[in-house]
């Protein structure tokens, strides 16, 4: 510190904020003022090692701290400066220069977070293990990141992968970085800020922290924090000027470009934030006027600072409500103190570059691509998507098994018995049909409504906030909602959707019960205080005419209800006015592939039927097969002469023959034959029937998947998965536990992945190798060469080549 003490006390000079603060202590405070410089000298140091880990991102050193500090005098005004209290001002100039020390966090908890990334983490103390949990919670949260490293190092690309681990640990410098500052300010100065016999440190902590979370959070701070006789401190006002301070601190010394040049800068954020600060060429900042200038050379940095200009109005709108009901109160307390800011940025000088001919260099329109509203809402609820309005049904289902999933994860976390539960009602309300599902899961609150469910493709379990609450309980499952737009399937049925719900938070804490109810699919939702007294969702569904069930009775009603969710986790009710039944986890073992036997799969004496058995939790398959394989004396062959006879007719020989063969995904019978038309002429045709055809019925932890794995050519979509064994089959399977497949945006069909093919691979192992102990040696042997010889599907193959 000693090598730029001096030039530090000398920048601190320089500020009236800290010299009106130096003359109102010169009597009988001086121990303020070593107090405040200890603290500079001590920020100023510990700030020159944020670029160390933060290099990509704008800078946050000491540089930007005494730019907050000149932003202050700018925005209070000399005159309120000479008015505030010294402990306002001994806060004004504290806060400036510690509100970002949690961006250089100490190098022993950067070394344990880097831990994380270790394959087995060996940790030399338990509050290093304590620290690295901190890590790998925010790193657990980020799925799509975990597996692209992985992929790096897989690859052998490790420079990639560390470049990605980089940046994760800067994001997460970034985004907890309030919450370290406050810890920073325990550890290193609890007790030592001080005025006069009052300890501030608690304010001062909680002033610097609140810089980060929402501005009305603000009005949570004492109005009026007594710090000696007749001597007060308003904290929100504080906290306001820190918070326009640091946001307004906007401009090219943020970003030298001699240090852009030189950093190596690839991150699409700190990219984006480099060239908006690099424009700003000059700005003018006062009570009356907030004035940015900047000569853009693209458009998109152009955007970006308007952008950024949007996100200060509204600062400044909240910023200028909070400042009135503070003024009022400060006048009531006979205090001079008043603030005032303008409403909106002047961005009259945020200008495109121009040429040598003073022509703009672009033509700049704040044009992109927009989505119609209305036209993608009619996409997406409609059936051109969803196939049929029955999805409605399904998409409620899947919703509260995962919540029902993710609430016993935390439940057992938290050492608490429960026990999942959800019901399905269909039942007559006064005029209307009302299909109504209930479960006791982990509900929702408002932050979940506004940020998920009211947002069309937010998925809650895609999002950071799931993989986050995931790891912290350990929740072992993966989440069958995923694509964020199920809820609108619901409009597809009715006009009324009723919503009562309430969020667990932890043992025995939860939100306060919320009624929501929406009259369509472009209304405003109607929100009131709900009634709710345990955690979970109840969706009713005010259905419209001709709805998909209307005409069905109440054990058809039940049955398609069954359909859907063929390998329940849990217990899941159905009821209707006079009938209930449960399904659950069991009830999947009813369920066998030889009853989806019909017209379609005959008896025949060279046809032998074999029924295989599929139970692997540990692989993810659950279910049962039936399998055709043809025979002849015993033995497998690919095509079997049945009978065949020539024929003499006016002199012409015609063969007759008839014969069934084994191919793909079916057994079939082939004949030729002779017909004799009205005028005599004799006419030679071929036919054929099948004896065995492949069918399948599967569902995706526990929910169906509407569409067959054996679709016909002309019915199969891109990307649609296919089954193309030598032999025809008859699949009933659930794809469980940690297992997963793609699917497109609806569910009703998988997608072509890495995940499909390992599935078809061990799907086909497990059923070859059952298949191998059904039958002797030679016989499976002989099977193995038909198999080979009569199909193409490597998958298959691949598989078969295991079965020793």
Same mark, same amino acid.
């Given at each position: 510190?000693?090598?730029?003490?001096?030039?530090?006390?000398?920048?601190?000079?320089?500020?009236?904020? +800290?010299?009106?603060?130096?003359?109102?202590?010169?009597?009988?405070?001086?121990?303020?003022?070593?107090?405040?410089?200890?603290?500079?000298?001590?920020?100023?140091?510990?700030?020159?090692?944020?670029?160390?880990?933060?290099?990509?991102?704008?800078?946050?050193?000491?540089?930007?701290?005494?730019?907050?500090?000149?932003?202050?005098?700018?925005?209070?005004?000399? @005159?309120?400066?000479? =008015?505030?209290?010294?402990?306002?001002?001994?806060?004004?100039?504290?806060?400036?220069?510690?509100?970002?020390?949690?961006?250089?966090? @100490?190098?022993?908890?950067?070394?344990?977070? %880097?831990?994380?990334?270790?394959? =087995?983490?060996?940790?030399?103390?338990?509050?290093?293990?304590?620290?690295?949990?901190?890590?790998?919670?925010?790193?657990?949260?980020?799925?799509?990141?975990?597996?692209?490293?992985?992929? &790096?190092?897989?690859?052998? %690309?490790?420079?990639?992968?560390?470049?990605?681990?980089?940046?994760?640990?800067?994001?997460?410098?970034?985004?907890?970085?309030?919450?370290?500052?406050?810890?920073?300010?325990?550890?290193?100065?609890?007790? #030592?800020?001080?005025?006069?016999?009052?300890?501030?440190?608690?304010?001062?902590?909680? /002033?610097?922290?609140?810089?980060?979370?929402?501005?009305?959070? !603000?009005?949570?701070?004492?109005?009026?924090?007594?710090?000696?006789?007749?001597?007060?401190?308003?904290?929100?006002?504080?906290?306001?000027?820190?918070?326009?301070?640091?946001? !307004?601190?906007?401009?090219?010394?943020?970003?030298?470009?001699?240090?852009?040049?030189?950093? +190596?800068?690839?991150?699409?954020?700190?990219?984006?934030?480099?060239?908006?600060?690099?424009?700003?060429?000059?700005?003018?900042?006062?009570?009356?006027?907030?004035?940015?200038?900047?000569?853009?050379?693209?458009?998109?940095?152009?955007?970006?600072?308007?952008?950024?200009?949007?996100?200060?109005?509204?600062?400044?709108?909240?910023?200028?409500?909070?400042?009135?009901?503070?003024?009022?109160?400060?006048?009531? #307390?006979?205090?001079?103190? %008043?603030?005032?800011?303008?409403?909106?940025?002047?961005?009259?000088?945020?200008?495109?570059?121009?040429?040598? %001919?003073?022509?703009?260099?672009?033509?700049?329109?704040?044009?992109?691509?927009?989505?119609?509203?209305?036209?993608?809402?009619?996409?997406?609820?409609?059936?051109?998507? &969803?196939?049929?309005?029955?999805?409605?049904?399904?998409?409620?289902?899947?919703?509260? /098994?995962?919540?029902?999933?993710?609430?016993?994860? *935390? @439940?057992?976390?938290?050492?608490?018995?429960?026990?999942?539960?959800?019901?399905?009602?269909?039942?007559? &309300?006064?005029?209307?049909?009302?299909?109504?599902?209930?479960?006791?899961?982990?509900?929702?609150?408002?932050?979940?409504?506004?940020?998920?469910?009211?947002?069309?493709?937010?998925?809650?379990?895609?999002?950071?906030?799931?993989?986050?609450?995931?790891?912290?309980?350990?929740?072992?499952?993966?989440?069958? $909602?995923?694509?964020?737009?199920?809820?609108?399937?619901?409009?597809?049925?009715?006009?009324?959707?009723?919503?009562?719900?309430?969020?667990?938070?932890?043992?025995?804490? $939860?939100?306060?019960?919320?009624?929501?109810?929406? @009259?369509?699919?472009?209304?405003?939702?109607?929100? #009131?205080?709900?009634?709710?007294?345990?955690?979970?969702?109840?969706?009713?569904?005010?259905?419209?005419? *001709?709805?998909?069930?209307?005409?069905?009775?109440?054990?058809?009603?039940?049955?398609?209800?069954?359909?859907?969710?063929?390998?329940?986790?849990? #217990?899941?009710?159905?009821?209707?006015?006079? *009938?209930?039944?449960?399904?659950?986890?069991?009830?999947?073992?009813?369920?066998?592939?030889?009853?989806?036997?019909?017209?379609?799969?005959?008896?025949?004496?060279?046809?032998?039927?074999?029924?295989?058995?599929?139970?692997?939790?540990?692989?993810?398959?659950?279910?049962?097969?039936?399998?055709?394989?043809?025979?002849?004396?015993?033995?497998?062959?690919?095509?079997?002469?049945?009978?065949?006879?020539?024929?003499?007719?006016?002199?012409?020989? &015609?063969?007759?023959?008839?014969?069934?063969?084994?191919?793909?995904?079916?057994?079939?019978?082939?004949? =030729?034959?002779?017909?004799?038309?009205?005028?005599?002429?004799?006419?030679?045709?071929?036919?054929?029937?099948?004896?065995?055809?492949? =069918?399948?019925?599967?569902?995706?932890?526990?929910?169906?998947?509407?569409?067959?794995?054996?679709?016909?050519?002309?019915?199969?979509?891109?990307?649609?998965?296919?089954?193309?064994?030598?032999?025809?089959?008859?699949?009933?399977?659930?794809?469980?536990?940690?297992?997963?497949?793609?699917?497109?945006?609806?569910?009703?069909?998988?997608?072509?992945?890495?995940?499909?093919?390992?599935?078809?691979?061990?799907?086909?192992?497990?059923?070859?190798?059952?298949?191998?102990?059904?039958?002797?040696?030679?016989?499976?042997?002989?099977?193995?060469?038909?198999?080979?010889?009569?199909?193409?599907?490597?998958?298959?193959?691949?598989?078969?080549?295991?079965?020793?």
């Amino acid at each position: 510190m000693d090598d730029y003490k001096e030039e530090v006390i000398e920048r601190l000079n320089k500020s009236f904020i +800290y010299k009106t603060l130096k003359e109102k202590c010169k009597e009988k405070d001086s121990e303020v003022i070593a107090l405040v410089d200890s603290v500079v000298l001590y920020s100023y140091s510990r700030a020159k090692t944020i670029i160390k880990h933060m290099g990509e991102f704008t800078l946050h050193d000491g540089e930007h701290l005494f730019r907050v500090l000149n932003l202050m005098e700018r925005i209070l005004t000399s @005159e309120n400066v000479q =008015k505030l209290s010294i402990p306002e001002l001994q806060l004004l100039v504290l806060s400036a220069m510690m509100h970002d020390i949690g961006m250089a966090p @100490e190098e022993k908890d950067v070394l344990a977070w %880097k831990k994380v990334f270790d394959y =087995k983490p060996e940790f030399e103390s338990e509050e290093e293990k304590n620290t690295s949990e901190k890590f790998k919670r925010f790193y657990s949260s980020r799925p799509d990141d975990k597996k692209k490293i992985s992929d &790096y190092i897989f690859q052998d %690309k490790h420079s990639k992968a560390d470049t990605l681990k980089g940046y994760l640990i800067t994001e997460f410098i970034r985004i907890t970085h309030a919450e370290r500052a406050r810890e920073i300010i325990e550890k290193d100065w609890e007790g #030592k800020i001080l005025f006069r016999d009052v300890d501030l440190t608690v304010e001062f902590a909680q /002033i610097c922290f609140s810089h980060n979370e929402e501005a009305l959070s !603000l009005l949570e701070l004492d109005k009026n924090f007594l710090c000696g006789s007749g001597i007060v401190a308003c904290l929100p006002l504080i906290g306001l000027i820190l918070r326009l301070a640091d946001v !307004l601190d906007f401009d090219g010394k943020r970003t030298p470009p001699v240090l852009f040049s030189h950093l +190596y800068v690839r991150h699409p954020v700190s990219l984006s934030e480099w060239n908006k600060h690099r424009a700003i060429e000059a700005w003018e900042i006062n009570p009356d006027m907030i004035q940015f200038g900047a000569k853009c050379s693209h458009p998109a940095i152009e955007a970006s600072i308007h952008e950024f200009c949007n996100f200060i109005d509204k600062e400044l709108s909240i910023c200028n409500n909070i400042i009135a009901s503070l003024n009022e109160f400060n006048l009531s #307390k006979a205090r001079e103190v %008043k603030v005032k800011f303008p409403y909106k940025v002047n961005r009259e000088k945020i200008q495109t570059k121009r040429n040598i %001919k003073n022509k703009p260099i672009y033509i700049y329109r704040d044009t992109k691509f927009n989505l119609s509203k209305k036209q993608v809402i009619d996409l997406l609820m409609g059936t051109k998507l &969803y196939g049929s309005s029955e999805v409605a049904l399904r998409e409620l289902l899947q919703n509260s /098994i995962d919540a029902c999933l993710l609430r016993q994860a *935390q @439940e057992q976390k938290w050492g608490n018995p429960y026990i999942p539960e959800i019901s399905v009602k269909y039942y007559k &309300y006064e005029d209307d049909f009302v299909l109504e599902v209930s479960d006791n899961g982990t509900g929702m609150d408002q932050y979940i409504i506004d940020n998920y469910y009211s947002k069309i493709g937010s998925s809650f379990y895609k999002s950071a906030d799931f993989y986050s609450l995931k790891s912290e309980s350990n929740a072992d499952f993966s989440p069958t $909602s995923r694509f964020g737009i199920g809820i609108l399937s619901c409009f597809m049925v009715a006009d009324t959707l009723w919503v009562d719900t309430k969020r667990v938070y932890a043992p025995h804490k $939860s939100s306060e019960p919320l009624n929501v109810m929406v @009259e369509g699919q472009e209304s405003i939702f109607l929100i #009131k205080e709900g009634e709710r007294e345990m955690p979970g969702t109840t969706t009713k569904l005010f259905l419209r005419d *001709q709805n998909p069930w209307e005409r069905l009775k109440e054990d058809e009603f039940i049955k398609s209800v069954e359909t859907i969710i063929p390998n329940p986790p849990f #217990k899941i009710n159905i009821l209707t006015e006079s *009938q209930k039944k449960t399904k659950d986890e069991n009830s999947f073992q009813e369920v066998v592939a030889s009853s989806m036997k019909d017209f379609s799969w005959r008896e025949h004496d060279n046809i032998r039927m074999f029924d295989i058995k599929l139970d692997n939790q540990k692989e993810g398959i659950l279910g049962s097969a039936t399998i055709a394989i043809l025979e002849s004396h015993g033995k497998p062959v690919s095509r079997l002469e049945l009978n065949s006879r020539d024929v003499e007719i006016e002199g012409e020989t &015609y063969t007759l023959e008839r014969s069934i063969r084994i191919s793909e995904n079916s057994i079939s019978e082939s004949s =030729k034959s002779i017909t004799i038309n009205d005028d005599g002429d004799i006419n030679e045709g071929d036919s054929t029937s099948e004896f065995a055809k492949s =069918k399948s019925r599967l569902s995706l932890h526990g929910i169906e998947i509407p569409s067959s794995l054996f679709p016909q050519s002309w019915r199969r979509k891109n990307n649609q998965v296919k089954i193309s064994w030598p032999f025809p089959l008859l699949l009933v399977v659930d794809v469980c536990g940690q297992r997963d497949l793609d699917l497109n945006s609806p569910r009703t069909e998988i997608i072509m992945s890495e995940k499909w093919a390992d599935f078809e691979e061990k799907l086909a192992t497990l059923i070859c190798l059952s298949l191998s102990k059904l039958v002797e040696p030679d016989y499976w042997e002989n099977l193995k060469e038909i198999f080979k010889k009569n199909n193409k599907n490597e998958i298959f193959l691949k598989a078969l080549e295991k079965i020793k």
